[in-house]
């Protein structure tokens, strides 16, 4: 009996084990957005340490903000996170384009979405060097103050990131477009330029805050 138990266990397919492994594209996207992380902390160090040591500067210098303008510019940046990330849902249901007339945009596929979101952070960049116009007719410039320093180098170097967010999305769309059948490749390209897209928004809530909210 024991013989006939062993040769039938012995006998029973092996189930086959199976491992989820994480996507090493993502894994390396989160690992880089840390490692700028660090680099925006520095810049918020760097915004704190000045302000302490020459407080008198932002008395004297934060009522030339455009606080209204500031905030409706940083409403559209937000907003096209939104939008980023229903082009990342479409992409995951591998939709590249719509299925309906360009005004059903519940329709829309990952191309409308992503050049929505495009378009949105191009006019986010328009307003940012509109104010910095407004700012220098003021006598605000980076040379011009400790506080003039530290606003152009912190918001500048945010508006680079967002500018190569743009360029990410160019690269997503081309992609998309000259890919003859839309598969996991370009969805996963999609989900790692939502991750950057979505870092640089809250990283611009945190700016705005700073800059233009504490007193």
């Keep these: ?14 189930p086959h084990v199976t491992v989820n492994r994480p996507n090493p594209v993502s894994v390396g996207t989160i690992v880089w957005l840390a490692s700028e992380l660090m680099f925006f902390a520095g810049l918020f160090a760097m915004y704190f340490t000045v302000r302490a040591a020459v407080p008198e500067e932002w008395a004297l210098q934060t009522d030339k903000l455009n606080l209204q ?59 940012q060097i509109f104010e910095y116009a407004e700012l220098v007719e003021h ?23 967002v500018v190569g967010g743009l360029i990410a999305f160019l690269i997503l769309l081309g992609r998309s477009f000259s890919a003859k059948r839309f598969t996991h490749h370009e969805e996963t390209t999609a989900i790692v330029t939502s991750y950057y897209w979505h870092f640089v928004d809250v990283v611009w809530i945190a700016l705005f805050a700073v800059i233009y909210l504490v007193p």
């Design 1 to 14: 009996m024991s013989y006939v138990s062993t040769a039938t266990a012995a006998s029973r397919p092996v």
């Design 69 to 127: 303008f500031a905030f409706a510019n940083t409403m559209i940046l937000v907003l096209s996170s939104v939008t980023c990330q229903m082009g990342v849902w479409a992409a995951e249901r591998l939709q590249p384009v719509r299925t309906g007339s360009l005004l059903q945009f519940w329709r829309w596929g990952m191309n409308e979405w992503i050049t929505l979101t495009y378009v949105m952070g191009a006019i986010f960049i328009g307003g």
């Design 139 to 161: 006598g605000l410039t980076i040379s011009s103050s400790p506080y003039g320093s530290v606003f152009y180098l912190t918001t500048g170097f945010h508006g680079l990131h």
